[in-house]
Nanobody, 117 residues
Framework: QVQLVESGGGLVQAGGSLRLSCAAS????????MAWYRQDPGKQRERVAH???????AYADSVKGRFTISRDNAKSTIYLQMNSLKPEDTAVYYCHTLAGRRRDDYWGQGTQVTVSS
Protein backbone atom coordinates (compact mmCIF):
# COMPACT_ATOMS: atom_id res chain seq x y z
CA GLN A 1 0.00 0.00 0.00
CA VAL A 2 1.00 3.62 -0.47
CA GLN A 3 3.06 5.01 2.40
CA LEU A 4 4.53 8.45 2.87
CA VAL A 5 6.77 8.97 5.88
CA GLU A 6 8.01 12.45 6.75
CA SER A 7 10.96 13.31 8.93
CA GLY A 8 13.20 16.24 9.74
CA GLY A 9 10.90 18.59 11.58
CA GLY A 10 11.87 20.31 14.81
CA LEU A 11 12.37 23.55 16.66
CA VAL A 12 14.53 26.22 15.09
CA GLN A 13 15.15 29.91 15.65
CA ALA A 14 14.00 32.48 13.14
CA GLY A 15 16.52 32.76 10.32
CA GLY A 16 17.54 29.13 10.69
CA SER A 17 17.17 26.18 8.34
CA LEU A 18 15.60 22.74 8.32
CA ARG A 19 15.46 19.97 5.76
CA LEU A 20 12.38 17.77 5.60
CA SER A 21 12.33 14.36 3.96
CA CYS A 22 9.46 12.21 2.74
CA ALA A 23 10.16 8.56 1.99
CA ALA A 24 7.58 7.03 -0.34
CA SER A 25 6.65 3.43 -1.07
CA UNK A 26 3.86 1.37 -2.59
CA UNK A 27 3.63 3.12 -5.95
CA UNK A 28 5.79 3.99 -8.95
CA UNK A 29 7.47 7.01 -7.42
CA UNK A 30 9.39 8.18 -10.49
CA UNK A 31 6.25 8.95 -12.50
CA UNK A 32 4.37 10.71 -9.72
CA UNK A 33 4.22 14.38 -8.92
CA MET A 34 4.75 15.09 -5.23
CA ALA A 35 4.01 18.02 -2.98
CA TRP A 36 4.56 19.49 0.47
CA TYR A 37 1.63 21.05 2.32
CA ARG A 38 1.45 22.67 5.71
CA GLN A 39 -1.28 23.35 8.22
CA ASP A 40 -1.40 25.49 11.31
CA PRO A 41 -4.22 24.85 13.81
CA GLY A 42 -7.30 26.82 12.86
CA LYS A 43 -6.07 27.43 9.32
CA GLN A 44 -6.59 25.70 6.02
CA ARG A 45 -4.00 23.32 4.71
CA GLU A 46 -1.94 25.12 2.08
CA ARG A 47 0.33 23.78 -0.63
CA VAL A 48 3.87 24.96 -0.06
CA ALA A 49 5.76 23.34 -2.92
CA HIS A 50 5.17 20.94 -5.78
CA UNK A 51 7.46 18.92 -8.03
CA UNK A 52 6.47 17.04 -11.17
CA UNK A 53 7.83 13.70 -12.33
CA UNK A 54 10.36 15.52 -14.52
CA UNK A 55 11.42 17.91 -11.78
CA UNK A 56 9.46 21.04 -12.62
CA UNK A 57 8.81 22.93 -9.40
CA ALA A 58 6.29 25.45 -8.12
CA TYR A 59 6.07 27.32 -4.82
CA ALA A 60 3.62 29.31 -2.75
CA ASP A 61 4.42 33.01 -2.84
CA SER A 62 5.05 32.98 0.89
CA VAL A 63 8.05 30.63 0.54
CA LYS A 64 9.52 31.55 -2.85
CA GLY A 65 13.22 32.17 -2.63
CA ARG A 66 13.47 30.49 0.78
CA PHE A 67 12.27 26.91 0.25
CA THR A 68 13.48 24.37 -2.30
CA ILE A 69 11.74 21.12 -3.17
CA SER A 70 13.73 18.30 -4.74
CA ARG A 71 13.42 14.59 -5.41
CA ASP A 72 15.68 11.56 -5.52
CA ASN A 73 13.98 8.89 -7.61
CA ALA A 74 16.62 6.30 -6.69
CA LYS A 75 15.60 6.68 -3.04
CA SER A 76 11.89 7.33 -3.66
CA THR A 77 12.25 10.41 -1.50
CA ILE A 78 11.43 14.08 -1.76
CA TYR A 79 12.97 16.85 0.27
CA LEU A 80 12.08 20.34 1.35
CA GLN A 81 15.02 22.56 2.16
CA MET A 82 13.76 25.46 4.23
CA ASN A 83 16.02 28.46 4.74
CA SER A 84 15.49 31.85 6.38
CA LEU A 85 12.69 30.40 8.43
CA LYS A 86 10.12 32.74 9.96
CA PRO A 87 7.75 32.24 12.90
CA GLU A 88 4.86 32.20 10.42
CA ASP A 89 6.35 29.05 8.87
CA THR A 90 5.39 27.19 12.05
CA ALA A 91 3.01 24.38 11.08
CA VAL A 92 2.70 20.65 10.60
CA TYR A 93 4.20 19.80 7.21
CA TYR A 94 2.70 16.98 5.15
CA CYS A 95 3.86 15.07 2.12
CA HIS A 96 1.22 14.40 -0.53
CA THR A 97 0.71 12.54 -3.77
CA LEU A 98 -2.05 11.21 -6.01
CA ALA A 99 -1.60 7.53 -6.73
CA GLY A 100 -3.39 4.49 -8.03
CA ARG A 101 -5.80 4.05 -10.92
CA ARG A 102 -8.29 6.38 -9.26
CA ARG A 103 -5.64 8.98 -8.41
CA ASP A 104 -6.56 8.86 -4.73
CA ASP A 105 -5.08 11.36 -2.29
CA TYR A 106 -2.35 10.06 0.00
CA TRP A 107 -0.85 11.95 2.92
CA GLY A 108 1.96 11.33 5.31
CA GLN A 109 1.52 11.56 9.07
CA GLY A 110 3.06 15.03 9.18
CA THR A 111 6.10 16.50 10.86
CA GLN A 112 5.99 19.51 13.17
CA VAL A 113 8.09 22.57 12.34
CA THR A 114 8.27 25.26 15.00
CA VAL A 115 10.12 28.51 14.39
CA SER A 116 10.77 30.67 17.45
CA SER A 117 11.21 34.42 17.23
Amino acid sequence: QVQLVESGGGLVQAGGSLRLSCAASGFLFSVNAMAWYRQDPGKQRERVAHITDIGTTAYADSVKGRFTISRDNAKSTIYLQMNSLKPEDTAVYYCHTLAGRRRDDYWGQGTQVTVSS
